[in-house]
Structure formats: C-alpha cells, structure tokens
C-alpha cells in the first residue's frame, strides 16, 4: 500500500513539474519574439468587466494576443490591421506595483470596441504600426 501511494505521489509530482515547464517555455517563447509586449486587453471596455494579463505579438498583417496564464499555443484573439482602429489613447496615472508608465488604448475591430492596456513605447509602437499599414479607403475609386 506504501509503495502504491509513493508511485502516485511522484507522479503527480512528475506531472506538476512537467506543467510548470511547458508553461514556462510557453511564456518565455512568447515573450522574446520581435514585436511582442505585455498588453491587457478589457472586452467592451467597461469598467465591471476584467482586465486578461496577456502578451500580444504583431505581425505583417495581424495582431495577435496570447492569454498569459494558459498552456494553449494558440491566440485568444487576433485582428486584421487594416480592420484595427485606435479610437484614443488615455495616459493611465501611477498605479501601485507597476514601475513602467501605462496607456490605455480604446480600439475597434469590425465594430465592437475594447481597450488594450501597454507601456508608453508600446502604445508608440502600436499606433505607427497600424499608421504604416495599407490605407483602408481603394486607391481608384470605382
């Protein structure tokens, strides 16, 4: 009966560690690639609606937010950058336990809006990035 209970335990042991490193390396390959930053995102941006930790990543055409507490490789969430718009940005006041200054920015995808919370460099990155984009009006008008 011991013996049993030792194998159980050491393997749940074996199978928390293993967890714990898939998250790790998850968490660690998301944010060392080029274009990543920390960014939370609030659905609908109202206040009683929660704030989701994530990194978000962006690309040639698209950004992509990953949810930081998660084991899926997958994103949660991913806009087209010709369809992304940055409504307005807010300069958020200290806020306890964070060194780097915040913004808030309200967005709007295909007509629902939200708000992305990102450090000042990352708010500039952001907003050149969707500027740099295709113009979303035709270039011949028909």
């Known amino acids: 009966m011991r013996h049993e209970i030792l194998v159980v335990c050491g393997f749940l042991l074996l199978a928390g560690v293993s967890l714990l490193v ?24 109202e206040a009683r609606t929660a704030r989701t930790m994530g990194v978000a990543h962006y690309g040639v ?25 940055i409504l307005r940005r807010k300069k ?21 809006e939200f708000d992305l919370t990102v450090s000042r460099a990352a708010a500039a990155g952001l907003t050149s990035w969707t500027e ?11």
Request: aromatic share 10%; charged share 25%; with cysteine.
């Open 22 to 45: 898939v998250y790790a390396s998850r968490r660690r390959g998301l944010g060392h690639r080029v274009g990543s930053f920390a960014c939370r995102v609030q659905r609908g941006g």
């Open 61 to 85: 055409g698209r950004l992509t937010w990953y949810r930081g507490f998660s084991l899926s490789p997958r994103p949660v969430h991913t806009w087209n950058r010709s369809e992304l718009e």
């Open 92 to 112: 958020l006041g200290p806020i306890p336990g964070t060194v780097v200054p915040l913004v808030r920015l309200r967005c709007r995808y295909r007509g629902h």
């Open 132 to 142: 740099a984009g295709p113009s979303r009006r035709p270039r011949y008008p028909v």
